[in-house]
């Protein structure tokens, strides 16, 4: 995984670099987006590695669908970026491209993206303490999403960047068990 993270960096500095010099970062990102999402889609990834597929029909194939979504998103610097993608063949590390250009984004904003997972639904009260838990740590606006995962029991896991700090019951029985292992 480490290789395709730093093979797809300088294409996602690249389109940051342009996102911010046109004044479009979120019509890059939403642009970045969807292009991660279509090279994902399992007829789009089958064509891509095939050879006989050009790169003319690969383009043609991308655009149409992006201009399904959106009839300008794929227009303009954002579809040179597909095709300087087509030509270097790495059309395939869009979503790799677009975490590196997120993670980008969310420096520039000072901001984290934080996931918390709970054994139960969070109401407002505890969404709001653990981002302001968050926020005091990390020193940043959080950016929170939440799930819920019955199989924790109780508690609550919470992920922010690469750091992951695990409350929940589940975990607590991991480290028990694998305590009285040793």
Known sequence: MEER????????????????KEGQIDAWSDAVE????????????????HPNVSREQMSELV????????????????????????????LGYAPEIFTQFHQLKAA?????????I??????????????????EKMG????MTTEVDESLFGGIIVRAGDQVIDLSL???MDQLSSQLQN
């Open 5 to 20: 993270t730093t093979i797809a960096r300088p294409y996602a500095e690249a389109a940051y670099q342009q996102a911010r």
């Open 108 to 116: 520039d904003e000072n901001s984290v993206d934080v996931e918390v």
């Open 140 to 143: 940043k606006e959080v950016l």
């Open 63 to 90: 655009l149409s669908i992006g201009a399904e979504v959106s009839a300008t998103l794929f227009s303009g610097t954002r579809e040179n970026f597909i095709h300087v993608l087509l030509e270097a063949k790495r």
């Open 170 to 172: 589940r975990g607590r």
């Open 118 to 135: 709970s054994a139960y639904p969070l109401d407002d009260a505890a969404e709001h303490s653990i981002a302001a838990a968050v926020k």
């Open 34 to 49: 969807l292009l991660s999402v279509i090279v994902q889609e399992p007829s789009v990834a089958d064509r891509l590695q």
